[in-house]
């Protein structure tokens, strides 16, 4: 038997009779046709394909799962892979087996051991020789695949659909030359496989698959390129699931003129967008469905509830409160869904996510299968006790609080919760306003905002305080509504908008004082001054703060008083009143102390170290600052820490230690950007360009003044582009640059005027004045501190 690849005994015979089966067994159809539109997923294909290229054995892996969520294109891929494998010459010249196991249809599921049976008569071996067990046959199939190998034909095995149960082992060649390429929705990382998880496409890639599925059928169809805002959002509304794209490609090519804005309409109602993704015998839901209906009543059960978080992704935490178990059988439950890929892990352990188009059909099914309000209920409850505990623990350190049963063991542990539920606690506030739960809405959104004002997510804040504003004033209750006025002209001072700000805290003073609530009117009272000394209205800011210490004083608030002396420290600083700024800090410091304040304590720390620095101590004002930044449990909000770093490296550079101040600057900046804080950014910067002109370097010093200044003209920040023009003029007149700094100190001196700074609106002027006379006189100006 020359040419023959034989495996087992043989039989020789005088005449061989071969009797063909009525028909072909529809589970080995050949390697299925692959789409000829296929996109994206480049990085998975190469990766794929390096595995299936011949290999040493030592060097190769032999089995490749490729897993996700029902429509991403497992299938697709794996043919892709295969077909181009295929088509490689001395890759796999035995060609391939495919079988479809219909894993997750219960109706045309494929058995392993039937699954072998269709193989072994694929591989030639006669339907009576085939053994009835299962592990013979398993045998059987591995036998024949080595031989197969040995013999210089290897085969490329394709196991599409694969369900989660350890009998498809039998299907796993055992030669370690052979490759199988497995695709299911489970992860079966207990095969000991390569895994390749996919998830949905990207924006571009998305766009590329339904411009080149549309195109397929209709060459010279351009609404993808055309609205192309309109395909991007076709995108994201499908999640970037590649099934629904080409059920949404097919929508289209059904009517060529269909634009894609209507289409776009349609998919905007959440409540319909899963209807609408279906097409004959190609539907999202029906997808979803198959993997839903293999879920445990348990698994099902927490499958639905998560579908209430309010986030746009969810702790396990968060999941244990909807589902009302303890969060270690909520995390049991959540990883089986995850093997199934219906929720997905995030980046941050214990964080999960589920796909939007998963999230839709998961709610539908909560709704249809009976109540879920006491779920909510006891999540909201929740989350309001949690932000409650964790913003007394991280924003009053000194409040006494039992040891036993705390949730937060210290301030950042109380800052690490309240930073992984942001979005979580902004989304719940806003729900239940929405949802006219207005004593929850109320509730959740004083802490909530009180949190994201320290840590500068003014958006956030802003959307917060709107909500329980509103619905503060359903309530009727004055008290809060003071409050979140109070608030929201914090979070509007901090995004520039002075008017608007000292408008909402006026607004918040009259209602504190009708109600005679003293200590919420020194609150008010004290965030007014620093809306004040921002307009650089001094006079009145520091009467505002004084009147507020007296008040917080009179109530027996000893940390609200120490706060409004040290805030009116730095405005007495900016009258020229040193000696009493001076004597407001050391009372401030004694307070905070006293009260185990230790945020406090850093914070007037600084404050003393500024103080020093501008009255020429700048050696007192470095250890000021070091005591500052060590101060344990201080400064740990980032964006007191990136304050305290800046102040640091502006006075390390009048010591003439730049490298040292420089570093500060860096982290400080970097603080900034991250928090997205552009005012704190523009004098971070423009210190750094400071820095720079001592050390000589002016081009450097150009460079930052000039991002300093378009930060603070993005934060319409007069007083602080006047500053920067000035520092600009000063460097450019170093590089001989005479007519372009003149303008910008004409400029600057403008706007100090704008903002009532007329002093140095008049040394600007001068300056500008006699820089003239030297240009005229030929003559250059050596340096200039600003």
């Known amino acids: 038997m020359s040419g023959s690849v034989v495996f087992g005994c043989i039989v020789q015979g005088h005449n061989i009779t071969l009797t063909l089966p009525d028909r072909p067994d529809p589970a080995l159809a050949g390697l299925p046709r692959q789409s000829g539109t296929f996109t994206g997923r480049r990085a998975e294909l190469e990766r794929l394909l390096a595995v299936l290229a011949p290999q040493p054995p030592t060097e190769t892996t032999s089995t490749v799962v490729v897993s996700g969520l029902a429509g991403t294109g497992k299938t697709e891929l794996v043919l892709q892979a295969a077909h181009h494998a295929l088509r490689e010459e001395g890759w796999f010249p035995g060609g391939t087996l495919f079988v479809d196991l219909h894993g997750y249809d219960a109706k045309r599921v494929f058995s392993p051991k039937r699954a072998l049976g269709t193989l072994l008569r694929a591989l030639g071996v006669p339907p009576e020789h085939i053994p009835a067990g299962i592990d013979d046959r398993a045998r059987m199939y591995r036998s024949a695949l080595s031989a197969l190998a040995g013999a210089g034909r290897r085969v490329l095995v394709v196991l599409d659909d694969v369900p989660p149960t350890d009998t498809v082992r039998h299907l796993l060649p055992s030669d370690g030359s052979t490759i199988t390429l497995v695709s299911s929705r489970h992860s079966l990382a207990e095969l000991d496989a390569l895994a390749l998880t996919l998830r949905e496409l990207p924006s571009d890639e998305g766009r590329e698959l339904l411009n080149d599925a549309i195109r397929t059928a209709l060459p010279e169809d351009s609404r993808v390129a055309s609205e192309a805002d309109r395909a991007a959002r076709l995108v994201a509304l499908c999640g970037g699931l590649p099934l629904a794209l080409r059920i949404l490609a097919s929508l289209l090519v059904d009517v060529p003129t269909r634009p894609l804005a209507d289409l776009c309409h349609d998919l905007e109602a959440a409540h319909s967008r899963l209807a609408v993704l279906s097409r004959e015998d190609r539907a999202v839901t029906a997808a979803f469905e198959l993997s839903y209906r293999r879920l445990t009543e348990e698994q099902a059960k927490v499958f639905r509830l998560v579908s209430l978080s309010p986030g746009p992704d969810f702790s396990t935490e968060v999941a244990a409160q909807l589902y009302g178990g303890s969060e270690k059988d909520t995390e049991r439950l959540l990883l089986d869904l995850a093997r199934r890929h219906l929720v997905e892990p995030r980046a941050q352990y214990g964080r999960w996510q589920q796909h939007s188009l998963v999230r839709l059909y998961s709610h539908g099914q909560l709704i249809s299968t009976g109540s879920w309000g006491e779920s909510l209920m006891r999540l909201f409850v929740h989350l309001h006790r949690m932000s409650t505990l964790a913003c007394e623990r991280l924003l009053a350190p000194g409040t006494p609080r039992p040891v036993a049963g705390s949730d937060f063991a210290d301030r950042q542990a109380a800052l690490q919760w309240l930073e992984s539920e942001r979005l979580t606690l902004v989304a719940a506030t806003t729900w239940t306003h929405v949802a006219q739960d207005d004593l929850m809405c109320v509730a959740l959104a004083s802490p909530v905002a009180q949190f994201l004002m320290e840590v500068r997510y003014l958006e956030d804040a802003e959307q917060v305080m709107k909500a329980g504003l509103r619905s503060s004033r359903r309530l009727e209750d004055s008290l809060n509504e003071a409050a979140l006025l109070s608030g929201l002209g914090i979070v509007l001072r901090d995004m520039r908008k002075l008017r608007k700000s000292v408008h909402r805290h006026r607004s918040a003073i009259d209602i504190c004082r009708k109600t005679r609530n003293h200590r919420a009117l020194a609150g008010a009272l004290n965030n007014l001054g620093l809306s004040l000394h921002d307009q650089r209205k001094f006079e009145q800011s520091a009467a505002a703060h004084i009147e507020a210490a007296h008040l917080f004083k009179h109530e027996g608030d000893r940390r609200g008083e120490a706060q409004a002396l040290a805030n009116v420290a730095e405005t007495l600083e900016e009258l020229g009143r040193t000696e009493e700024a001076i004597r407001a800090l050391r009372t401030a410091a004694k307070i905070f102390r006293n009260e185990g304040d230790p945020r406090g304590q850093a914070k007037v720390l600084g404050s003393r170290a500024k103080l020093m620095r501008d009255t020429g101590r700048a050696e007192k004002a470095i250890e000021l600052h070091q005591r500052a930044l060590n101060v344990t449990d201080g400064l740990i909000v980032p964006h007191d820490r990136a304050i305290?770093?800046?102040?640091?490296?502006?006075?390390?550079?009048?010591?003439?230690?730049?490298?040292?101040?420089?570093?500060?600057?860096?982290?400080?900046?970097?603080?900034?950007?991250?928090?997205?804080?552009?005012?704190?950014?523009?004098?971070?910067?423009?210190?750094?360009?400071?820095?720079?002109?001592?050390?000589?370097?002016?081009?450097?010093?150009?460079?930052?003044?000039?991002?300093?200044?378009?930060?603070?003209?993005?934060?319409?920040?007069?007083?602080?582009?006047?500053?920067?023009?000035?520092?600009?003029?000063?460097?450019?007149?170093?590089?001989?640059?005479?007519?372009?700094?003149?303008?910008?100190?004409?400029?600057?001196?403008?706007?100090?005027?704008?903002?009532?700074?007329s002093e140095r609106a008049a040394t600007t002027l001068a300056f500008a004045d006699r820089t003239r006379q030297r240009v005229s006189a030929g003559t250059h100006r050596t340096k200039r501190r600003t």
Request: hydrophobic share 40%; net charge negative; proline share 0%.
């Open 644 to 757: 305290e770093l800046n102040n640091y490296a502006g006075t390390l550079t009048l010591t003439g230690d730049y490298g040292a101040a420089l570093v500060a600057h860096q982290e400080a900046l970097d603080t900034f950007r991250r928090l997205g804080d552009r005012r704190g950014e523009a004098m971070t910067l423009g210190n750094m360009a400071r820095a720079r002109q001592r050390q000589g370097k002016w081009n450097k010093a150009v460079e930052l003044h000039t991002l300093a200044l378009e930060a603070f003209q993005d934060g319409k920040d007069d007083h602080g582009t006047a500053t920067e023009l000035n520092g600009l003029a000063d460097a450019l007149l170093h590089q001989g640059h005479n007519a372009e700094a003149l303008e910008n100190l004409h400029l600057a001196a403008e706007l100090y005027l704008r903002t009532g700074d």
